[in-house]
């Protein structure tokens, strides 16, 4: 059962692939395109080990084709 969500912004084409919290928002830099679900699938990866939750239990609820997102788990 999900009951945390986060608020996500995202960070595309960037050298480095890391995550940021700050003032509530957590900001995911990753070098992985738009295109193909590739910069949705790297956020989930990267919030995954940032957070040390599983990637199974985190879900995109808003924001799927938007730099802002928020993320349940």
Known sequence: ???NK???KVKIGTKRESVEYKDGIYTVYTN???RDNKANI???EQLSKYLDIPKSSMQIKS???S???VIAY
Do not use: E, L, T
């Open 63 to 65: 924001g799927i084709k």
């Open 6 to 8: 986060i608020k996500v």
């Open 42 to 44: 790297s956020v989930i």
């Open 67 to 69: 730099k802002n997102k």
């Open 32 to 34: 992985s395109p738009a």
């Open 1 to 3: 059962m999900m009951k």
